[in-house]
T-cell receptor, first 113, second 111 residues
Framework: GAGVSQSPRYKVAKRGQDVALRCDPI?????LFWYQQALGQGPEFLTY????????KSGLPSDRFFAERPEGSVSTLKIQRTQQEDSAVYLC???????????FGPGTRLTVL | KNEVEQSPQNLTAQEGEFITINCSYS?????LHWLQQHPGGGIVSLFM?????KKHGRLIATINIQEKHSSLHITASHPRDSAVYIC?????????????WGAGTKLIIKP
């Protein structure tokens, strides 16, 4: 497709479950970013990939959060043992370069009960 | 003081009005994003600019690098323009690449 896609769009998990969120960036985009957006707040940086290399994971809130992009295209954000405070919209963005225009996906709304 | 400040925080206007949203920043930048987010929706990049002015349809974005200020204008506003508009700056090449986000301006256009 022409834009960034994310799946699922909505995810409800019971506390303690593991979840996996997928991001399909725009073809050819080297850079991929993950953000977390809590209700009523702005996006918070989680992690950054350049191709398959995870160059920055400083924003991941705990070791329960893990992201990968093994072939330099699709990325997966995994959250283990979900907690209620993990409830948020998870946004993925891609760009040609680190400082290029970022194109955002529709987000995955995660609700942890 | 936040590095990126937007004003106003909230704006309500009537359909057809000319809208201006302002963004001031206190850091060096390589470029500035204007983004739009509808309630419950994803983020759409409207403009990325590093100088001058850009126009797309009824939207116009300007930036004054010397004054560290950017504006987003909407002409002939319409209820479908109701959204949160966010300004985000990209630091220069010799520093952290992460976007620095403004707090957003919530715009409501009444029919």
């Amino acid at each position: 497709g022409a834009g960034v896609s994310q799946s699922p769009r909505y995810k409800v998990a019971k506390r303690g479950q593991d979840v996996a969120l997928r991001c399909d960036p725009i073809s050819g985009h080297v850079s991929l970013f993950w953000y977390q957006q809590a209700l009523g707040q702005g996006p918070e940086f989680l992690t950054y990939f350049q191709n398959e290399a995870q160059l920055d994971k400083s924003g991941l809130p705990s070791d329960r959060f893990f992201a990968e992009r093994p072939e330099g295209s699709v990325s997966t954000l995994k959250i283990q043992r979900t907690q209620q405070e993990d409830s948020a919209v998870y946004l993925c963005a891609s760009s040609f370069g680190t400082r290029g225009r970022q194109y955002f996906g529709p987000g995955t709304r995660l609700t942890v009960l | 003081k936040n590095e990126v400040e937007q004003s106003p925080q909230n704006l309500t206007a009537q359909e057809g009005e000319f809208i201006t949203i302002n963004c001031s920043y206190s850091v060096g930048i390589s470029a500035l994003h204007w983004l739009q987010q509808h309630p419950g929706g994803g983020i759409v990049s409207l403009f990325m600019l590093s100088s001058g002015k850009k126009k797309h349809g009824r939207l116009i974005a300007t930036i004054n690098i010397q004054e560290k200020h950017s504006s987003l204008h909407i002409t002939a506003s319409h209820p479908r323009d109701s959204a949160v508009y966010i300004c985000a700056v990209i630091p220069p090449m010799d520093s952290n690449y992460q976007l620095i986000w403004g707090a957003g301006t919530k715009l409501i256009i009444k029919p």
